[in-house]
């Protein structure tokens, strides 16, 4: 039994990690898939999008210090398929605490083991902070694929440029040999603009393949249904948005269902 884990990282914010990483964990269980939804980030928006409570203790923050098994975290949501680890917190000064333990960018690895090994969830979806620190990349070190959301801006290449190599450095000095970029998601496009054409080019140029080819509109629907507790999937069903979401969680599933082959590491093939 295959598990994929994969994480939602960009150390920039606001660039639509968790919308995405909330959307496709609902597009892929809507899909009959079994999925876990972890949140690593203090600020707990993933925790708050799915209707869950911020309770103290609920977090990864007693496992990835070891005191307490991951799996009785898991909480189930109201979504049919998806169960979700939330975050609190709290968990900002695990930041701290795990810092001080030995194999600190392990930690997340470890205590995700036995859920991994249980084969209970074919996909685990990790929604990063917006930072390279501690628990992205523990993140990094748990993960088997990283999608790299995006926003069409200027300074959008710039950031591709630190996370891609932080992949590549993680993976080459063997801290995590599997891990790999699976794809960058382009969000908040809106096509009308000059500058969202450019930066699709240039992402393009630079990736090739490894760009997602559904990008992620700009709708004022994604930002209202996390004020219901519902993903875009159930909030507006019918949306473009959710459309959209669905079309890249179909191609997320193409990439990375786990007997696929994927894409090859330079991404420039086909291009
Ligand atoms: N496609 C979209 N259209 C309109 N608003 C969006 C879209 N995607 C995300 N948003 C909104 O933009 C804001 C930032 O999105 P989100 O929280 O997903 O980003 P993030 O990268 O997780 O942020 P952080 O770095 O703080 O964790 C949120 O208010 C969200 O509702
Ligand atoms: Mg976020």
Not at 4 to 23: D, E, L, W, Y
Not at 38 to 48: I, W, Y
Not at 233 to 258: H, M, N, V
Request: proline letters at 5%.
């Amino acid at each position: 039994m295959n598990t994929r884990t994969i994480a939602f990282a960009n150390q920039k914010g606001g660039v639509g990690k968790t919308t995405t990483a909330v959307s496709i964990a609902a597009c892929l269980a809507e899909n009959g898939k079994r999925v876990l939804l972890v949140d690593l980030d203090p600020q707990a928006n993933a925790t708050s999008a799915l209707g869950l409570q911020k309770l103290e203790g609920g977090s990864v923050y007693q496992s990835l210090l070891g005191t307490a098994p991951l799996a009785a975290s898991i909480q189930p949501t109201a979504f049919e398929n998806l169960s979700m680890i939330p975050s609190e917190v709290d968990l900002a000064v695990a930041e701290v605490d795990v810092a001080r333990t030995e194999n600190y960018l392990h930690r997340f690895r470890l205590a995700l083991q036995p859920i991994h090994d249980s084969g209970q969830f074919d996909f685990i979806i990790v929604d990063c902070p917006p930072s390279l620190g501690i628990l992205t990349m523990n993140a990094l070190g748990a993960a088997d694929r990283v999608i790299v959301p995006i926003q069409c801006e200027y300074f959008a290449l710039e950031g591709l440029a630190v996370i891609t190599r932080v992949i590549q450095q993680i993976r080459d000095s063997g801290a995590n040999p599997v891990l790999e970029l699976s794809g960058i998601v382009m969000t908040m496009y809106d096509g009308r603009t000059n500058l969202a054409q450019q930066v699709l080019a240039e992402v393009k140029k630079h990736f090739g393949m490894k760009l997602y080819k559904m990008a992620i509109p700009r709708t004022v629907r994604l930002a209202e249904a996390p004020s219901f507790g519902k993903p875009i999937t159930k909030y507006d069903g019918g949306s473009y948005a959710a459309w959209a979401y669905r079309q890249l969680a179909e191609e997320i599933l193409e990439r990375e269902s786990p007997n696929s082959e994927g894409v090859g590491v330079a991404g420039k093939e086909g291009n």
